[in-house]
């Protein structure tokens, strides 16, 4: 099955495009937090982090990181979200990898990640000592 971002590409779905090079694309969201809100897309259907090549997504955070910088520039905003959803358990709903890249301005009252966790005593330890890689 096709993800709807490769008909995208090929243009068989129209978008605003940014951005185009052999490794990905810049579309804007269709349903912005914010206007402006892009789409880094890997040009390849790969479904999550894990299955991109390490070169294309250093590549697409290189293009996210210019991508951020035309927005500060162009729309003045003072911060941004750059996140990938990571599977369909993350909230991901296009399975086809993509970087989000949010404006956003002081005050502007979008919430980003808004329930949390809290851990037990002792459990913040373990699980860093369950995670820590070196
Ligand atoms: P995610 O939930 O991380 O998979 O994000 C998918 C994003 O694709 C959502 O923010 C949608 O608003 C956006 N989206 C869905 N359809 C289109 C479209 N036709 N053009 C541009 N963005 C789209």
């Given at each position: 099955?096709?993800?709807?971002?490769?008909?995208?590409?090929?243009?068989?779905?129209?978008?605003?495009?940014?951005y185009e090079d052999d490794l990905c694309f810049v579309i804007?969201?269709?349903?912005?937090v914010k206007k402006g809100h892009a789409l880094v897309i890997a040009a390849e259907p790969y479904p999550n982090v894990a299955a991109c090549p390490d070169e294309i997504l250093s590549h697409m955070m290189?293009?996210?990181?210019?991508?951020?910088?035309?927005?500060?520039?162009v729309l003045g905003n003072d911060g941004s979200n750059i996140i990938?959803?990571?599977?369909?358990?993350?909230?991901?709903?296009?399975?086809?990898?993509?970087?989000?890249?949010?404006?956003?301005?002081?005050?502007?009252?979008?919430r980003h990640f808004q329930d949390h966790d809290r851990y037990e005593d002792g459990e913040m330890q373990k699980t860093g000592d369950l995670l820590r890689m070196n």
């Open positions: 099955m096709e993800t709807l971002f490769t008909k995208i590409r090929r243009g068989d779905i129209p978008s605003t495009k940014i804007l969201d269709i349903n912005p290189l293009v996210a990181k210019k991508v951020e910088a035309r927005q500060r520039k990938i959803n990571n599977d369909p358990a993350s909230g991901q709903e296009v399975p086809h990898l993509h970087i989000h890249v949010i404006p956003r301005f002081t005050g502007d009252g979008r």
